[in-house]
């Protein structure tokens, strides 16, 4: 694949991605290892979609651990959003600062209607 093909594939997208930090949700992740981290967890989200999302962390889960994920939105009383997901994709990155950082990709299964509006609403 050329740098030409490369840049068009990566314009092509499944759907349309928001910036996680211009929504007014708040992340909570479960899995099932959790309890095993050495330190305290740090998460910071990257960007949503329809399909998945991607988020920082210094903590690697395991490729295809199931998460349990949840979505409060600051402006709203609902109570939070359920999703569940697998982890489909792990980068790790080395920050120099004795610190290893890991992008983790996670897709979205069964996606329930309500939370496929709300996504949807965010990303247009």
Same mark, same amino acid.
């Given at each position: ?66 998460? @349990?994920?949840?979505? +409060? ?5 609902? $109570? #939070?959003?359920? !999703? /569940?997901? &697998? ?12 610190? @290893?950082?890991?992008? +983790? ?5 069964? $996606? #329930?209607?309500? !939370? /496929?509006? &709300? ?6």
């Amino acid at each position: 694949m050329d740098t030409m093909e490369k840049s068009e594939h990566l314009e092509k997208r499944k759907s349309s991605r928001a910036v996680f930090q211009q929504t007014n949700w708040i992340l909570s992740l479960q899995w099932a290892l959790e309890n095993t981290l050495a330190h305290p967890p740090r998460i910071q989200p990257i960007n949503i979609s329809l399909h998945g999302m991607k988020i920082l962390a210094n903590f690697k889960i395991p490729l295809f651990e199931i998460v @349990k994920i949840q979505l +409060l939105d600051k402006q709203s009383k609902d $109570l #939070p959003l359920q !999703v /569940q997901g &697998k982890v489909v994709r792990v980068e790790e990155t080395d920050t120099g600062k004795r610190e @290893k950082l890991y992008g +983790l990709a996670l897709e979205f299964e069964n $996606l #329930p209607a309500e !939370v /496929q509006k &709300k996504i949807i609403a965010l990303t247009d």
